[in-house]
């Protein structure tokens, strides 16, 4: 006679509940990149169906479980028909590393595919569009990121769809860990007050404050239009 402990019980109940809540399809763009795949991981967990859009040559960096489609990120027709209706899409893809050497690919890359994924997404009736834009504190040196992340925000509006933005400035994390040494500049200008609002209005976040903050998107219900700051995101 096989024994049945209560942590089985349990064990087989939460199996059944999480069977049992329904979860949209989450359509997504950078997923094989530095957010993305990390944050595919957390959602399979969760047991969200994960689709995957990448170029072809690519398919195998996306995490084990999601679904891959292969398409040109900047052609909406090659992917639109792969968007499941009343999914959340989620738009990472972008310049990697961004900088002011850079300014030439903000447009051909960063626009350009959220034009694309917008486009699509309307056309597939997402429930909502996530999009990762950058915080938009006045800056000399990222002026043209700025302004091309806020033409992208512009142009999902225009969609009609629900939109929802994060702003971060600078996310820490594997890789990404030079700005620590700006830690001295930030505390002191905790201390100035003519500097402390600068400071927190480029404020570092961490890889885990993003990927929470992301998490809480998916889950939140939808809404016209949802904008986490830095300072909304450094609280998860």
Known sequence: MSHITTDTINKSEASIENRSVHRPSIFITGGSGYIGTRLIRRLLVKNYHVIALVRKGSEHKIPTGAEVIVGNPFDAKTF?????????????????????????????????????????????????FIYVSVAMAPSNLMKTYQEVRKQGEEFCLQQKFNCTFLRPWYVLGPGHWWPILLFPFYGLAELVPSWRRKARDKALVTINQMLRTLIKAVEEEPLACTIFEIKDIRMR
């Open 80 to 128: 639109t028909a792969s968007i499941p209706a009343h999914s959340i899409f989620i738009q990472l893809l972008g310049v990697s590393h961004p900088s002011p050497k850079k300014a030439h690919l903000f447009k051909e890359i960063d626009l350009k595919s959220v034009k694309a994924s917008a486009e699509a997404a309307s056309k597939a009736a997402v429930s909502k």
